[in-house]
């Protein structure tokens, strides 16, 4: 008899609970007609099957006999209880890992914390779009270091479309694509999670950022692999991303970032590659300290 049976017959067992303990055909007989409801299945009655004539027991044994019936009753309703609990523990099991790519409202949340970006030459022309990103601490921007390229100003424009104030530059090197931007306390921006270590194959991956200018556009795929090329180490992935995407940060299905959009490989299709975040922290890390100490602040 599966799980889904003896859940069937519990709510038999809480209203002949009483009849258990007059005798063991009260207990066959219910559990006969449950079975039978359940199946669809015509089932003898109990009473009709060629059994050993019933007696009635006296003094001691009719003691041990009603204490046995008691011990089964007890046995039969304890373990229905004990599959309704295991089943719902499974349920809410199940709830809890829910991936962050199929939860709309993590994924709003998390947006809030990626601005788009638009880089200005010495001339006021607009050289370049890109994404970037809160981490770690309320004071730290990271975005890629190709986008910022003959910079002069950038202006970073909210989920909601609010314009951003952005700080100094305090790092950028051209062989990671890493830029660090500090951020004032009052940006209204709430640094996003970042995992320590590297992603697996096959593992979701979520990006988002601001497509041809289009304010954090949301694509999946799944994470590829790890390319080392023998300098540096790339997170490969198939989540799809353009031009404006750059700087923009890849999530895990647990919704921490694990790196950042960088480019596409254009020998492959579909193939594009992400720094790993862990790269960013040593620098956003030290950015972070420096913030807690100036402003007295926690991360």
Not at 78 to 105: C, E, H, N
Not at 142 to 154: D, G, K, L, S
Not at 169 to 176: E, F, Q, R, V, W
Not at 245 to 256: A, I, Q
């Amino acid at each position: 008899m599966n799980k889904e049976r003896l859940t069937v017959l519990f709510p038999c067992l809480k209203s002949r609970c009483v009849s258990f303990s007059r005798g063991g055909f009260g207990l066959l007989r219910v559990f006969t007609a449950a079975a039978a409801k359940t199946t669809g299945l015509p089932l003898p009655d109990p009473g009709e099957v060629n059994m050993p004539e019933k007696r009635r027991l006296t003094g001691a044994g009719n003691v041990w006999g009603r204490l046995a019936v008691l011990i089964l009753t007890l046995s039969a309703l304890l373990t229905v209880v004990w599959l309704r609990d295991d089943a719902k523990g499974i349920i809410v099991k199940g709830a809890a890992q829910a991936s962050f790519a199929d939860d709309p409202d993590a994924i709003e949340r998390a947006a809030a914390s990626v601005v788009k970006l638009d880089v200005y030459d010495r001339y006021g022309d607009r050289i370049a779009t890109g994404s970037g990103f809160a981490a770690y601490s309320p004071a730290v921007l990271i975005t890629a270091a190709h986008v910022i390229v003959n910079m002069e100003e950038m202006v970073a424009t909210s989920d909601s479309g609010e314009t951003v104030p952005v700080g100094d530059l305090i790092y950028a090197n051209k062989d990671t694509d890493l830029a660090v931007f500090e951020l004032p306390a009052d940006c209204g921006l709430t640094p996003l999670p970042c995992a320590e270590e590297y992603p697996r194959r096959g593992e979701k991956a979520v990006a988002i950022g601001s497509q041809f200018g289009c304010i954090n556009l949301v694509t999946m795929g799944n994470v590829c692999g790890i390319w080392n090329t023998g300098k540096d180490d790339w997170i490969l992935f198939t989540a799809p991303v353009s031009g404006g995407n750059s700087g923009g940060p890849v999530f895990d299905g647990e919704g921490r970032v694990i790196g950042f959009v960088s480019g596409t490989y254009d020998k492959g299709q579909n193939m594009n590659l992400a720094v790993p975040i862990k790269k960013a922290g040593i620098i956003a890390g030290q950015v972070a300290d420096w913030y807690e100490v100036e402003s007295g602040a926690s991360r």
